[in-house]
């Protein structure tokens, strides 16, 4: 009898347990991927790249001899239908971290187990299972650097499995609907034009864009990271978001070039990725990360309702142009560089006071790399309402962070091409600019970008005075 292999956040064939545990059993394989109702819980972006991923592992396993079968519906039904159609009395999958994925993870086991199927699931998603670092008390991490320690204390992660060399088929391929009946693309307008350009999802396309990184832009990583213009980035963010590189395979890359590149950037890149596993510990402990201040203190915050300013905002024409690049530049590619997304998410809660759940939930459709942890934590981060976030006060100004880290503004000159002509000088403020300087670069405020929706420093006043408000201590 066959084996159900379950696809889910692990659209790879590498350093897969569950594939690695279908093949020692020596029974033919059915590798399955289930589409949720409502697209389960990914946005409109990550649709589009799920497609293409989807495309991609379905050519990876028909070089293995295999194929994916494509079903829709609630997991269990779809579960239950298979397992009759093909008599099989196992099914593997790897584990998710969020909480409605550990949910229909728990629910799902006991339901088949209470049939007479096995149901096993295996870690992957991430360098350490969320439940095992523990502080000396039991209890879970809010602050990041004793969770950094503690990670770093507890062992190397495991060693990276390498793919499978084939997948028994069965001796007859249960039905598979096709990708084109999920409508995962966009047809009209075709926002997605320019991720094309942008990306390659698929394993494949990870393990080169990790290449790549590792050839041309780590050494440095460590200061160049916070430059959005310069390619010191991996951008593995949406390939690890579903899954098609695992962080072990990443981190063992940081072991092998050890002695090759700077320890400071090797180092610098292991912090990040275990903000990562911060962020998934934290939604791990408290599932409602998403939707509810970790701190209660921000319960009562006096956040504006304005729907015109957070339209500003997500259309990148606030007048602010590090702002507005950086929205653009999600709209336009589905990612924005970490420097930015900070910038534009404490404009938006301290500028414009508008809730930082707006902000995670516009991330969580136009992001490519539209995480369940980092998004939340993130956004709770900049609002000063999460574990060991920035404090409140500390307010980002636009055109300081601009000329710090776009210091000749090539950034702001890619996204927001009409400012293209303006000197260095005025690029992050182009309102101070004299006239004849706007004339020169053919800039008119108000007409062909927009004039600042709100002055930073009276806004930044009025956040001040707002989280003065707040009772209990900070
Ligand atoms: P690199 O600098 O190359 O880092 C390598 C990997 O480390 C990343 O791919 C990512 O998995 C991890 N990492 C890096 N920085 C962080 C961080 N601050 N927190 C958690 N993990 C990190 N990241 C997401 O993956 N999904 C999100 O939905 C998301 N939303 C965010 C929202 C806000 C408001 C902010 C400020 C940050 C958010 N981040 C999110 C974190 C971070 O911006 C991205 O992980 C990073 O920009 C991805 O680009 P990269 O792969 O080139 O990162």
Redo the contacts with the bound molecule.
């Keep these: 009898t066959p084996v159900i292999l379950w696809f889910r956040k692990d659209l790879r064939l590498g350093d897969n347990r569950a594939i690695a545990h279908a093949v020692t059993t020596g029974r033919p394989v059915l590798p399955l991927y289930i589409h949720e109702p409502n697209n389960g819980p990914l946005g409109r972006a990550q649709c589009w790249w799920l497609h293409h991923s989807l495309v991609a592992l379905t050519r990876s396993l028909e070089r293995l001899g295999s194929r994916l079968l494509l079903r829709s519906g609630p997991p269990k039904a779809v579960l239950s239908t298979l397992i009759a159609e093909s008599g099989a009395t196992e099914i593997l999958w790897n584990r998710r971290y969020d909480p409605e994925g550990i949910e229909t993870d728990s629910a799902l086991k006991a339901a088949l187990r209470a049939d007479g199927i096995t149901a096993h699931s295996f870690p992957g998603q991430l360098l350490h299972e969320p439940s095992r670092m523990k502080t000396g008390t039991g209890g879970f991490y809010r602050v990041y650097t004793p969770f950094w320690r503690a990670f770093e204390s507890s062992g190397e992660p495991e060693e990276p499995l390498p793919p499978p060399l084939a997948l028994p088929p069965p001796d007859v391929w249960p039905d598979t609907e096709t990708l084109d009946d999920w409508h995962l693309l966009p047809t009209k307008p075709d926002w997605a034009a320019e991720f094309r350009n942008v990306w390659t999802p698929g394993e494949a396309g990870a393990q080169r864009r990790l290449q790549d990184f590792v050839k041309a832009g780590l050494q440095g990583y460590a200061v160049r990271?916070n430059f959005p213009a310069e390619p010191h980035?991996?951008?593995?963010?949406p390939h690890?978001?579903l899954g098609e590189i695992s962080p072990a395979q990443i981190w063992r890359a940081t072991r092998v070039l050890a002695g090759d590149v700077r320890v400071e950037d090797l180092t610098s890149?292991r912090k990040?990725?275990v903000?990562?596993e911060f962020?998934y510990h934290l939604l791990f402990h408290f599932p409602e990360l998403a939707r509810r201040n970790f701190s209660e203190k921000f319960d009562g915050f006096p956040w504006r309702n304005d729907p015109e300013g957070l339209q500003r905002w997500q259309r990148g024409e606030t007048g602010y142009p590090i702002v507005d690049a950086g929205m653009r530049q999600l709209w336009r590619t589905g990612w924005m560089?970490?420097r930015v997304?900070?910038i534009v998410?404490s404009f938006l809660v301290k500028d414009l006071l508008i809730d930082w759940r707006e902000g995670e939930r516009w991330?969580r459709d136009t992001?490519v790399?539209?995480?369940p942890a980092?998004?939340a934590a993130?956004?709770q981060w900049?609002a000063g309402s999460g574990a060991d976030a920035a404090p409140f006060f500390r307010i980002f100004n636009p055109i300081s962070q601009g000329e710090k880290f776009d210091p000749d503004g090539a950034y702001v000159r890619k996204f927001v091409p009409e400012l293209k002509a303006l000197p260095d000088k005025f690029i992050h403020k182009p309102f101070d600019a004299p006239l004849p300087v706007l004339e020169d670069a053919g800039v008119s405020l108000g007409k062909t970008y927009p004039l600042p929706i709100v002055d930073h420093k009276a806004a930044r006043e009025r956040a001040l005075a707002a989280f003065r408000g707040l009772a209990g201590p900070s």
Excluded: G, T
């Excluded at 980035?233 to 963010?237: A, E, I």
């Design positions: 990271r980035v991996s951008m593995l963010s690890l978001a890149l990040e990725l903000w990562r962020s560089h970490n997304r900070m998410a991330f992001l790399d539209a995480d980092s998004n993130s956004w900049v």
